[in-house]
């Protein structure tokens, strides 16, 4: 291992700032975790500290701390559509729970005096979404149907805005965000593009209000179960994998291109494109973050030389990769 790479796997969370997140945080914090537990690869190596943050109290005091220190951090959510590299993250990992986990479901009028009614749905950051399509759907939330089957959080889905036919950004009302130059809870105003939003980077989702038009919940949740049988049918949720790996280019589609390529079924160890999906790729049980990389790389290599076409990715590399 040569000396940058035994350097960049050192923790750089002292002593001192272990005695210090510990009164912040108590027993929510915990020192060299494991990461791979926590993504949907199951890749990952360890956070120098790992933090279960449960309201927006406290992930205000831990945003004070980051920049007094001017300590790294990142948020990890469902831990899909992100590959962590197998050295792990620097400084310290988040994740949100608690209240940051709710959702609450309501009908109300569209305008004072209006008979026309609207679904309006409040979620935190770390609400699963799959649950909240299940809830919004039972209270006729039209259009929840595209937003079925996203393995995520609604955090990480509106920062990456998320959908298929239609996208996070068409149904978002108000979006409230938490840092570490404004750590108390405030609303923003984003602006939606294919799988990006202007979210700062330094912005942490807090929670979310959506809104939908308001149809019947019998036809709403029949529509979204035959996307998700669809859903179920062509890609390969039996195994563990990050969902899609590549943005689908201009007037095409990753996937075709990666079987046109004669991609599928290739292998980096125990990684894998998926020979049911190509634009998938798979943990069969041992792969590595350096695996998967080789793969993701060898992949946009074939398709570039055989149609000139440059893949981008769509799930994120974080971390060190050795």
Same mark, same amino acid.
């Given at each position: 291992?040569s000396v940058?790479?035994?350097?960049?796997?050192?923790?750089?969370?002292?002593?001192?700032?272990?005695?210090?997140?510990?009164?912040?945080?108590?027993?929510s914090?915990?020192?060299?975790?494991?990461?791979?537990?926590?993504?949907?690869?199951?890749?990952?190596?360890?956070?120098?500290?790992?933090?279960?943050?449960?309201?927006?109290?406290?992930?205000?005091?831990?945003?004070?701390?980051?920049?007094?220190?001017?300590?790294?951090?990142?948020?990890?959510?469902?831990?899909?559509?992100?590959?962590?590299?197998?050295?792990?993250?620097?400084?310290?990992v988040?994740?949100?729970a608690?209240?940051?986990?709710?959702?609450?479901?309501?009908?109300?009028?569209?305008?004072?005096?209006?008979?026309?009614?609207?679904i309006?749905?409040q979620?935190?950051?770390?609400?699963?979404?799959?649950?909240?399509?299940?809830?919004?759907?039972?209270?006729?939330?039209v259009?929840? $149907?595209?937003?079925?089957g996203?393995?995520?959080?609604? $955090?990480?889905?509106?920062?990456?805005?998320?959908?298929?036919d239609?996208?996070?950004?068409?149904?978002?009302r108000e979006?409230?965000?938490?840092?570490?130059?404004?750590?108390?809870?405030?609303?923003?105003?984003?602006?939606?593009?294919y799988?990006?939003?202007?979210?700062?980077?330094?912005?942490?989702?807090?929670?979310?209000?959506?809104?939908f038009?308001?149809?019947?919940?019998?036809?709403?949740?029949?529509?979204?179960?035959?996307?998700?049988?669809?859903?179920?049918?062509?890609?390969?949720?039996?195994?563990?994998?990050? $969902?899609?790996?590549?943005?689908?280019?201009?007037?095409?589609?990753?996937?075709?291109?990666?079987?046109?390529?004669?991609?599928?079924?290739?292998?980096?160890?125990?990684?894998?494109v998926?020979?049911?999906?190509?634009?998938?790729?798979?943990?069969?049980?041992?792969?590595?973050?350096?695996?998967?990389?080789?793969?993701?790389?060898r992949?946009?290599?074939?398709?570039?030389?055989?149609?000139?076409?440059?893949?981008?990715?769509?799930?994120?590399?974080?971390?060190?990769?050795?």
């Amino acid at each position: 291992m040569s000396v940058t790479t035994t350097q960049a796997i050192q923790p750089i969370v002292t002593e001192c700032d272990r005695a210090d997140l510990r009164a912040i945080a108590g027993e929510s914090v915990r020192f060299d975790e494991p990461l791979a537990p926590y993504t949907s690869w199951k890749i990952g190596g360890p956070a120098d500290a790992w933090i279960i943050v449960e309201n927006e109290h406290r992930l205000a005091e831990i945003m004070r701390f980051v920049l007094r220190r001017r300590m790294p951090w990142f948020v990890l959510g469902s831990g899909s559509n992100i590959l962590i590299g197998d050295g792990g993250i620097r400084g310290i990992v988040m994740q949100l729970a608690g209240d940051f986990a709710e959702i609450t479901v309501e009908t109300r009028s569209k305008d004072e005096g209006s008979s026309d009614n609207e679904i309006v749905v409040q979620a935190g950051a770390s609400a699963n979404m799959a649950l909240l399509t299940t809830k919004a759907a039972s209270a006729g939330a039209v259009g929840i $149907g595209s937003l079925a089957g996203i393995p995520g959080s609604v $955090g990480g889905s509106l920062r990456m805005n998320a959908g298929t036919d239609r996208e996070m950004g068409d149904f978002v009302r108000e979006v409230w965000v938490q840092s570490p130059s404004k750590p108390e809870p405030h609303s923003v105003s984003l602006q939606y593009f294919y799988r990006h939003t202007t979210l700062a980077q330094d912005a942490i989702v807090s929670r979310v209000t959506l809104v939908f038009e308001c149809g019947e919940p019998q036809a709403v949740r029949e529509e979204m179960l035959v996307r998700l049988v669809r859903r179920k049918q062509t890609q390969p949720i039996a195994l563990p994998n990050a $969902g899609s790996c590549f943005r689908n280019p201009a007037s095409d589609k990753a996937a075709r291109l990666i079987e046109a390529a004669g991609a599928k079924g290739w292998h980096e160890g125990d990684a894998e494109v998926s020979p049911l999906h190509a634009n998938f790729i798979n943990n069969l049980g041992g792969a590595t973050a350096k695996d998967v990389a080789s793969l993701l790389a060898r992949v946009r290599r074939a398709v570039q030389e055989q149609f000139g076409v440059e893949l981008q990715l769509e799930v994120h590399l974080v971390g060190v990769f050795i």
